[in-house]
């Protein structure tokens, strides 16, 4: 059956034999492993198709599909980590996948961090079967397999959980100073270092949140609420945007938002510093819609046709100055 996981990955697996792979999928814990691990080296790899070197990322991917057909299993994951980082490495941006032990009480735990740099995002699967979605500039460390009484992992930035349910495992996310626990839900967390704010909502099912400082106060929200942590604290609102979580593929929507709002998040999302020099300039408020791919100059570019001002570049220094 393993066999069929590189033919799966590069769609040449007929319908039948991809229904045989997932009803095993089911009852075989090393195979589910084994698919979780194929799949989110194809996340790493498959980011090569958002740079402007794309031939060099479709030329890395199969170079990974070869190796995962004629390397024994022992060696596949290694090999094709190994494919992914000396492609990534090629093209503008990197994806940084590492590994490393932590040592408990009880035994040996083995941990991922995935990060995600500016201008790109990621999808992965973890062992349960949760979806998580990267957006630009954000870190998620989990363990390779969950063990204990709940499944616990760590975010900085910003991630979009789909979390498989499981009554006898709540699912735990860290962030800098706030957790949330869940059983099976869709929920989205904003959590970037040095941002003003903390945002995490609710899309469905349920959510308690609570402060590190206060881990006794919880909030539980409801399916459209927004929980806000500003200056210590917490806030409940509703969820104004519902487009908003487009991000998660590739879209940035911004529905009436000042223009200092959105220029924090464009430096979060690709790494750059922008510096006003008319404070007026952030009065204006602002409702459209981006692709990722577009990058800052052509985002910048679109919202000059709403509110003139000149943008300069400093390359070298990675400033974007803009004036009146």
């Given at each position: 059956m393993e066999e069929k996981l590189p033919k799966y990955f590069s769609g040449e697996l007929g319908q039948s034999d991809t229904a045989e792979l997932f009803n095993e999928l089911e009852k075989n814990e090393l195979l589910r492993e084994e698919f979780v691990r194929m799949q989110n080296t194809y996340a790493l790899t498959h980011l090569s198709k958002f740079s402007k070197n794309e031939s060099e990322g479709r030329r890395s991917y199969q170079q990974f599909l070869q190796q995962l057909k004629t390397k024994k299993r022992q060696k596949v994951v290694r090999l094709a980590v190994q494919y992914a980082?000396?492609?990534?490495?090629?093209?503008?941006?990197?994806?940084?996948?590492?590994?490393?032990?932590?040592?408990?009480?009880?035994s040996n735990r083995e941990i991922n961090t995935l990060v995600v740099p500016a201008g790109q995002r990621a999808h992965l699967t973890l062992q349960d079967g949760t979806s998580v979605w990267l957006n630009a500039q954000s870190t998620l460390t989990y363990p390779a397999r969950f063990s204990g009484r709940s499944r616990?992992?760590?975010?900085?930035?910003?991630?979009?959980?789909?979390?498989?349910?499981?009554?006898?495992?709540?699912?735990?996310?860290?962030?800098?100073?706030?957790?949330?626990?869940?059983?099976?839900?869709?929920?989205?967390?904003?959590s970037y270092p040095g941002a003003g704010c903390i945002k995490t909502d609710l899309i469905e099912g349920s959510l308690m949140v609570y402060s590190k400082e206060s881990p006794n106060t919880s909030v539980t929200l409801k399916p459209d609420e927004q929980i806000v942590v500003k200056n210590?604290?917490?806030?409940?609102?509703?969820?104004?945007?519902?487009?908003?979580?487009?991000?998660?593929?590739?879209?940035?929507?911004?529905?009436?938002?000042?223009?200092?709002?959105?220029?924090?998040?464009?430096?979060?999302?690709y790494d750059v510093k922008i510096v006003v020099k008319d404070p007026e300039i952030f009065n204006v408020h602002y409702t459209g819609k981006f692709r990722q791919r577009d990058g800052i100059d052509e985002i910048l570019r679109i919202i000059q046709k709403i509110q003139r001002f000149n943008v300069q570049k400093d390359t070298e220094n990675n400033v974007i100055t803009i004036t009146k």
């Open positions: 980082a000396a492609a990534l490495i090629l093209i503008a941006s990197t994806f940084f996948a590492t590994r490393y032990l932590l040592t408990d009480n009880s616990r992992v760590t975010v900085s930035g910003e991630a979009y959980f789909d979390v498989a349910e499981n009554s006898r495992k709540p699912f735990i996310v860290s962030t800098q100073n706030m957790e949330m626990k869940v059983l099976g839900t869709q929920f989205n967390v904003y210590g604290k917490m806030s409940l609102r509703k969820i104004q945007n519902s487009d908003y979580f487009l991000w998660k593929d590739g879209i940035y929507t911004f529905e009436n938002e000042r223009l200092l709002d959105i220029i924090e998040k464009l430096q979060l999302y």
